[in-house]
């Protein structure tokens, strides 16, 4: 079965410096997709950025950009440049093909002024 | 374009009692899911559907069921609230193609 580690409960950075939240996973397969989604209080689930494993290169989303590491099996989300607004539960996630979603146990970010 | 719409978005419910929690999608989503979120462990799945008249169990099925007799609508019926059950619900859809889930606002039920 797939499994999705979140091995920080909590981290925490200044505004304007950067952080990195790691997320490893467990898979056999060769064709899969991951996510890091947002949590603000709000409860709302967002999605911040993608990565299809078949793709060598990292995505990036304006701040947002990850280190996939497919032999490894990582896949950090790293903040730039961080922001008040940033603070949140971040969640990383992985989809097998046209498969069911699953989620680590997440990281709380804080960002400090 | 409403989305993921989950009703109620609160519930209070005595132990024993039995409830359903609506979720409807209009994006014309294949998948379909149903998670609970707890402290310290993450999203985790419930049931989920690839289709109309499919579903399959998740990793923590026990107390609940779901039927999907159309796209739009994946409704979570909690057969008799025990008080584990309490927690934040949330349902999600997504499209074949991967681009990831869209969520509901999410249910917080509490079960005393």
């Known amino acids: 079965a797939q499994t999705v580690t979140q091995s920080q409960p909590e981290m925490s950075v200044q505004e304007a410096e950067t952080v990195t939240l790691s997320c490893t996973y467990d898979?056999?397969?060769?064709?899969?997709?991951l996510f890091w989604y947002k949590q603000p209080p709000s409860r709302q689930m967002i999605l911040v950025i993608r990565?299809?494993?078949?793709?060598?290169q990292n995505a990036t989303e304006n701040r947002f950009s990850v280190n996939f590491q497919k032999a490894a099996k990582s896949f950090s989300l790293k903040i730039s440049d961080s922001q008040l607004g940033d603070a949140a539960m971040y969640f990383c996630a992985y989809r097998r093909s046209t498969d069911k979603l699953i989620f680590g146990t997440g990281t709380r970010l804080q960002v400090f002024p | 374009n409403a989305g993921v719409t989950q009703t109620p978005k609160f519930q209070v419910l005595k132990t024993g009692q039995s409830m359903t929690l609506q979720c409807a999608q209009d994006?014309?989503?294949?998948?379909m899911s149903w998670y609970r979120q707890d402290p310290g462990m993450g999203l985790r799945l419930i049931h989920y559907?690839?289709?109309?008249?499919?579903?399959d169990q998740g990793e923590v099925p026990n107390g609940y069921n779901v039927s999907r007799s159309t796209t739009e609508d994946f409704p979570l019926r909690l057969l008799s609230a025990a008080p584990s059950q309490t927690s934040v619900y949330f349902c999600?859809?997504?499209?074949?193609?991967?681009?990831?889930?869209?969520f509901g606002s999410g249910t917080r039920l509490t079960v005393v």
């Open positions: 990565q299809e494993a078949y793709k060598q």
């Open positions: 994006m014309n989503h294949e998948y």
């Open positions: 559907s690839v289709g109309a008249g499919i579903t």
């Open positions: 898979t056999s397969e060769s064709d899969y997709y």
């Open positions: 999600a859809s997504s499209t074949t193609s991967l681009y990831g889930y869209t």
